[in-house]
Structures are given as structure tokens and as C-alpha cells.
């Protein structure tokens, strides 16, 4: 049997525990640390769960997944995943190749933050598609967010922006000359973010959304040291000191908004002034 | 401290072993039992957390939560909701009113079944907003649900229909009379919800979906004995039998799809032919 587990969000004990049950009978347990991290390292899982852990980078899963699956018809293979192992990055593949080879699967859910957002006090029955933002480059600057968050906006529907991490990446020079050597680990900011989103309207000059349209940024969901920032784009791009460590994401307001959801997420706002003024103008106007 | 902790979605095992250690650890625990409900009884969690369980039904939690509160700033209080506390149905009232008397609150997340539908084989990214289905009768039959799915199906994303429960309901003379007398609990199939879904597109004539679109019917998701059915909305109406027992969803597709995702979901269709065929000339032509 292979079984994708999900870790939720934040740390060692957010496994359920059906799934601890699950990682501490498998044969082999592989650990997928490439689309998302959990606020512990490897050795702190290790020691939770009293055994090795191997860790599963892209090339991996993504062309040595028969290593993976290896006598998973008679044995038991954990495949950890952070989040929920159908959240952010569907493992679609891996389940895919296991069938081909009579595998049978089963998934043990957890948090994703596709759901945790819903702690940042939005109704999740009013997002709209999820989109991701990378980090751009000189010469890369991908905005096909752009019109996604335009089809969301259009109906008055929130965006969660889920954001770029780097992890294991090789430097161009080292890529070419083969050298295993590999970049520090990043994580996108929501100030990196809302600078890039305004980089892009400023390009596209399409009024999706603009300087003082509203949003939240949230780090480290579900943690103990959760943590919401809510206001304008511009005022996000200065509140990374305050959001603090990875991870951060980023939800883009939709002007279908209700009463309870402006109390609750005013708490959070940068500043109160302004998002009730903002607020009032431009948002919960269907109710 | 108010503790909101998620339960998951299937059985007792679903819980993280985060929030069985404040569920052991605290003053008092509720069990909001209205809105969801695990595929377990409240027996089966007491055993299993080792402590009395108090059912909180809708009453108390919208008129009674004082009681719930009481002295939560100096005790732990956990108050559990079956999947995750800020899913399908916010608590956001529970924890406003928190916030005026000065407790803390923290969030255990866990699995949504908006996050967790995506173990049918549909990437999470594309699906536009959630909504739900009531049972309809003769004289209320709400179609707001149709606008919206309306909106979605534009932009070529996807829908989770959440079917209605029916927990401690009394019938108009027992309610009437004063009587605390409640109907068995219903819970919607599937095949209920797709065929009130055509009732209404006959009714509306917008064109939004025909008993010829594609959807996915699911049954117990997270749990052992989850199941999906793909096929059309006219055939879904008659595979409740097949599905099995509650709880259920349903996924209207959106014409924005991924070959990975055919192949996932082929697996699972009533009539291979017809889901391929369907597939090829209606949906996934945007890549």
C-alpha cells in the first residue's frame, strides 16, 4: 500500500493520528520537501517519529518514483507530504504510476493551506481560484495571475496567493558546469509580493486592483506564532518585519464581503482608519 | 484559552495529535454537532479521548455561548468542529465574542473538505467558489447556488456542491406545539443533489450545465471506505446505491482541465466511453 500522509502546517504534532500510526508501521518513509516546508527540520521529525526519514527532492519523485513505489504491493511505503497531499501540489502522478503497477493507494488528509486560510476570518465559500506567485527575474516575469485574479475580482471573489519558496535551487553557473552546489533556501515575502503585484498592474494598467486595494498577509498558518497582517497592497510591501518568519501567503480581497468578516479582520488591519474607510467605499457592498 | 480544534473528516483517528493533547488537557470540551458530522458517534470519541464529550447543538452555540466561554480566560476550553474550524462553516461569532471578553483563541487546523475533495483527482487551483445545497420542498427551493455555479463554469473552474444535513430537526407542528421532538437526521446523496441541480437548470433555462456535464460524486472522503463516482449529472442521479452511505459532495467540472486530471478521474466513471468522449468535445481545450 502506498499512503500519502499529510503533515498540516506547522510542526511534528500536527500529524493525525492515524497518520502517526501509519509512519510508524511503514517499511519506508519518504518525506516530499520541494513544493512546501513544514517549521521543523528533518531531525526534529525523525526524533517524533523514531526513524529515518527520506527525504524526497523533485528529481525524485519526478523520475525515480519507481525507488519510491519499490515492493509497495507487499509492503507498506509512507509518502509525507506537507499540507494536505492533494493541497497546493497534487501528487496526481505518483498516484497515477502506483495504479499502473497494482499499488493500491490510500491518502490520510490534514490541513492544507488552501483551507487554513479560512483562520484569517474570510468566509472560504467566497475565494475564488488559487493562484502562485514566483519570484521574478530580470527576464522572467510571468503575470498569468493577473487574469486569474481579474476573473476572481470580477465576480467579487477573495484570491489566496500562495507564494514562491526556493529550496535546493543550483545557480545558473553551477547548473551549467554540473557542480552540485546549491543556493541558501528562500522563501517569498508578502511584501515581495504586493511589490510584484503592483509591478504587474502598473505594467498591465488594467485596474484589477491597485495601491489601496485591500488585503491580508498571514505567515506561518496554523503554527503557535500565526500571524495576520491585514491592509493596502502598499502598506503590505512594508510589513515584513512585523509578519516575520516563512511561510507567508497573501489573499487579495473580493468585494463580496459580509459584516462579520470586516469585524474580524479589522483586528489585524495596519491601520484601522484606513480599512474601515476603504472597507465601507469599496467592499461589502452586496449585503 | 479557547481552543478551536479540528477533528478531520472521517473518525476519531483523524484528530492531530496537537489537538488530542488539548482535548486531554482541557477544562471542558464541546462538540459542535450540527453543521457536520464525523462518521463516528460521540460515544466512540469520549471512549477514545478518555473524557465526557458535551454536544453543543446550534442553539447553544448562537444563543447559549456564554455558557461555552465561562471562565475560558483563565481555563482551557476546547470547543471541536468536525473537518476544519474555519471550513465550511465559520465559527467566526464564537470567537468575535471571545475577543470582547478578552480570550485567547487558538486554531488546531485540520482537514477541510474543501481541501480534501482534491483526493478526487482535481487540481485544487481551478475550483471557483463553494456552494451548498439545501433539501428543497415544495414551497422553498432556493437557486442562488445556480448564479454562482453560473460564474464558475464562465471562467472554466470547477464547483464543490456541500449537500445538506439535517441534524435534530423538529417538524413545523412539533415546533409549533412547543414539542422537543426531532426527525431521524437526513442526510442529501448525491444523486439528490443532481437531480435538484437539473430541476432547477429546467426551471432557468441559462444554459449553465445539462444532464449531459460531467461531475464527480463523493462519498466519505478521508475515510477508509471513500469512494468517488464520475459520470454525468443525469447519471449520477442514479448511483446513490453505488456511493453508498453519508456523508456526500458533488463536484461540477469546469472546462478548464488537465490531461492528468482525465486520467485520474477516467478511473472512476460509471461509462468510460461516455466520460472520454464527453471529455475530448467539451472540456480540456485550454491546453
Redesign the interface.
Given at each position: 500500500m502506498l499512503y500519502l500522509v499529510?503533515l498540516?502546517?506547522s510542526?511534528e504534532?500536527?500529524?493525525?493520528?492515524?497518520g502517526?500510526?501509519v509512519v510508524k508501521k511503514a517499511s519506508r518513509v519518504y518525506l516530499e520537501a520541494y513544493t512546501s516546508i513544514l517549521l521543523v527540520d528533518q531531525p526534529v521529525l525523525e526524533a517524533y517519529y523514531g526513524r529515518p526519514v527520506i527525504l524526497a527532492d523533485r528529481e525524485m519523485v519526478e523520475s525515480n518514483s519507481e525507488e519510491i513505489l519499490r515492493d509497495a504491493q507487499t509492503e507498506d511505503v509512507a509518502f509525507l507530504v506537507v499540507?494536505?497531499?492533494?493541497?497546493?501540489t497534487?501528487h496526481?502522478?505518483l498516484?497515477?504510476r502506483a495504479?499502473e503497477l497494482q499499488i493500491p493507494v490510500?491518502?490520510?488528509?490534514?490541513?492544507?493551506i488552501?483551507?487554513?486560510i479560512?483562520?484569517a476570518?474570510l468566509?472560504?465559500?467566497?475565494?475564488?481560484?488559487?493562484?502562485?506567485m514566483v519570484f521574478f527575474t530580470d527576464t522572467w516575469r510571468p503575470s498569468s495571475f493577473y487574469d486569474r485574479v481579474k476573473?476572481n475580482r470580477h465576480?467579487g471573489?477573495h484570491t489566496l496567493v500562495l507564494l514562491d519558496i526556493k529550496v535546493k535551487e543550483q545557480s545558473m553557473e553551477n547548473l551549467m558546469r554540473g557542480r552540485k552546489i546549491f543556493e541558501p533556501p528562500r522563501y517569498m515575502t508578502v511584501g515581495q509580493c504586493a511589490a510584484q503585484m503592483l509591478e504587474v498592474e502598473e505594467d498591465r494598467q488594467e485596474g484589477v486592483y491597485g495601491p489601496d486595494s485591500l488585503a491580508i498577509g498571514a505567515a506561518r498558518?496554523?503554527g503557535?506564532e500565526?500571524k495576520f497582517v491585514a491592509g493596502t497592497l502598499k502598506e503590505l510591501c512594508e510589513q515584513d518585519e512585523v509578519l516575520g518568519s516563512p511561510l507567508h501567503s497573501l489573499v487579495l480581497l473580493g468585494r463580496r464581503t459580509h459584516e462579520?468578516?470586516h469585524?474580524?479582520v479589522r483586528?489585524f488591519a495596519v491601520n484601522k482608519e484606513t480599512w474601515d474607510k476603504i472597507w465601507k467605499d469599496e467592499y461589502g457592498k452586496q449585503h
Open positions: 499529510g498540516g502546517l510542526d504534532t500536527d500529524i493525525t493520528v492515524k502517526l500510526e499540507g494536505d497531499p492533494f493541497g497546493a497534487t496526481t502522478d498516484v497515477l495504479r490510500r491518502t490520510v488528509p490534514n490541513a492544507s488552501m483551507s487554513g479560512g483562520a476570518g468566509q472560504l465559500y467566497n475565494f475564488g481560484q488559487t493562484v502562485s476573473e465576480i471573489l498558518v496554523g503557535k500565526e462579520l468578516e469585524d474580524y483586528e
